[in-house]
């Protein structure tokens, strides 16, 4: 496998010993399988950012009764314990870095399933639109897919992007394990991310969920539209007003994963 620095960890493999006592154990990496998968399929899922594999872990849950395998993988730069490293390690990121990482994912996935779908929450969905522009998955499914950032962020990385500064930013109001600051560098990656996403999303073909808010402060609705216009694919949006960004761990977590793991049921 070709090395990846800052590395990441897949969900299908244990944590180098190295990288055990640096990692958050909340935030590790996570493989659900399920031995009697009839339709021998699995559904990859890719965090956001400045987050771990725990921001998704109810949507791998919701998929394995359903008969689909989870994976999640620790997306490069993410989920280590100390905070010399966290800024070490995040402000390293870059946009071909995490594509590759999940490309990766993917091939390892592809040795065992014949089926994979792919799940992402912002930066992850961002990173999973790419994929399926792409070819490389069946079915893909996102949630608040980060391919459009506020203005007022996109202003602020256009100023900040020539250093190399960490801003801190306010915790969730229920557990997740995540970094409590932005990295200027990693954000101007997270807006290439986006930026690309967009620019590919006429190649997708396969099946697509969207899964939003109307009242996400973060990511604008108006990127349901971007995507239903320029898929290729059949397409379908479900809309959970109550949430606000992290869908899958706030007050609608349970419906939104059932969401997701019923489209990807009917479809493999």
């Known amino acids: 496998m070709p090395l990846i620095d800052p590395p990441y960890f897949s969900g299908f493999e244990a944590i180098p010993l190295e990288y055990k006592n640096k990692l958050w154990s909340d935030g590790l990496p996570w493989y659900y399988k399920n031995e009697q998968n ?21 949507v791998g ?9 989870g994976v999640a993988p620790l997306l490069p730069g993410h989920g280590y314990s100390q905070m010399a490293e966290q800024k070490k390690e995040f402000s390293k990121i870059t946009k071909d870095i995490m594509f590759e990482a ?9 040795k065992h399933y014949d089926f994979v779908g792919i799940f992402g929450h912002s930066m992850g ?5 790419t994929m399926a522009s792409e070819g490389l998955v069946d079915a893909c499914t996102v949630t608040a897919p980060a391919i459009q950032l506020p203005l007022r962020a996109e202003i602020l990385m256009g100023l900040l992007s020539w250093v190399n500064i960490s801003i801190p930013k306010n915790p969730d109001n229920f557990y997740n394990p995540n970094y409590l600051f932005e990295n200027s560098k990693a954000a101007l990656v997270l807006q290439r991310i986006a930026l690309h996403s967009r620019q590919y999303l006429a190649k997708i073909t396969c099946p697509t969920l969207v899964v939003h808010s109307h009242n996400d402060p973060l990511v604008s609705s108006i990127v349901v539209k971007l995507i239903e216009e320029q ?19 706030d007050v609608k977590s349970k419906e939104v994963s059932e969401a997701i793991a019923q489209f990807l049921a009917n479809r493999c």
């Open 38 to 58: 009839k339709a021998n399929a699995v559904v990859i899922c890719l965090h956001g950012f400045t987050a771990t594999p725990y921001e998704v872990s109810p």
């Open 61 to 69: 849950r919701a998929c394995l009764q359903l008969g689909i395998d």
């Open 102 to 110: 999940v490309r990766q994912e993917i091939i390892q996935a592809r």
């Open 125 to 129: 969905g961002a990173i999973a639109l």
């Open 231 to 249: 898929v290729k694919g059949s397409f379908e949006a479900v809309w959970f007003d109550e949430s606000g960004h992290v869908m899958t761990l």
